[in-house]
């Protein structure tokens, strides 16, 4: 079966510290990848999405970054953090096609401070 | 007007009541929906999909009204343990559209 996993499940980070979330699903290949962000009390906001190796789409400009080094393996990232980038972070993953559903890691959680 | 909308709420329910609610959708070229159920600061997880002729599983009922464009959620005799968050999604050429979601609160 697939799994997804994230982490860490919470930091705390002050402002202009770097930012690196990891995300790795197992049990299929070449996933869609997702990062999500949802803010306090907020929908789902959708940062990138990545459909291949190397292949990432920014939705929403910002200070935020993606990567997807292997198949299975996504990045989130920042060089320079700012207090508006607290928020809940969600990794997910969907099969390749339209329509299919989505499984979200377990989330981490971002304060800065 | 948003893509998709959810009322917020939250629904404060009694226990062992039926409550529903609607998620409603602007794009007719919507292909695919789905319900996500989220607990307090915890991931969104698949609750059932919504599927043309409407579907069941248990207490849960889906239904897509495409001529009115929104999808609903029925839940039969709640229990304690159905307070979240639910949150619908609708997929339209490979984006997901989310809703903001709908709080219940089922209480004793």
């Known amino acids: 079966s697939q799994t997804i996993h994230q982490w860490p499940a919470t930091l705390v980070q002050p402002v202009g510290s770097p930012l690196s979330l990891e995300c790795t699903v197992e049990?299929?290949?070449?996933?869609?990848l997702y990062w999500y962000r949802q803010a306090a009390g907020r929908g789902l906001q959708l940062l990138f999405y990545?459909?291949?190796?190397?292949?990432i789409s920014s939705e929403v400009p910002q200070n935020l970054s993606a990567s997807r080094p292997q198949d299975r393996q996504f990045i989130l990232s920042s060089k320079k953090l700012l207090l508006s980038d607290s928020g809940f972070y969600l990794c997910?993953?969907?099969?390749?096609?339209?329509?299919?559903?989505?499984?979200f890691g377990e989330g981490s959680w971002l304060t800065v401070v | 007007r948003k893509e998709v909308e959810q009322d917020p709420g939250p629904f404060n329910v009694p226990e062992g009541a039926t409550v529903a609610f609607n998620c409603t959708y602007s794009?007719?070229?919507?292909?695919?929906f789905f319900w996500y159920r989220q607990d307090c600061r915890k991931e969104p997880k698949l609750l059932m999909s919504?599927?043309?002729?409407?579907n069941e599983d248990g207490r849960f009922t889906a239904q897509l009204n495409r001529a009115s464009q929104y999808i609903s959620l029925l839940i039969r005799d709640s229990k304690l343990s159905d307070s979240a968050t639910y949150l619908c999604?609708?997929?339209?050429?490979?984006?997901?559209?989310w809703g903001a979601g709908t709080k219940l609160i089922i209480k004793p």
């Open positions: 997910a993953w969907s099969a390749q096609g339209s329509g299919n559903t989505i499984y």
């Open positions: 049990g299929t290949s070449n996933p869609n």
């Open positions: 990545s459909v291949g190796i190397g292949q």
């Open positions: 794009n007719s070229a919507s292909q695919s």
């Open positions: 919504v599927y043309s002729s409407g």
């Open positions: 999604v609708v997929i339209i050429n490979y984006q997901l559209i």
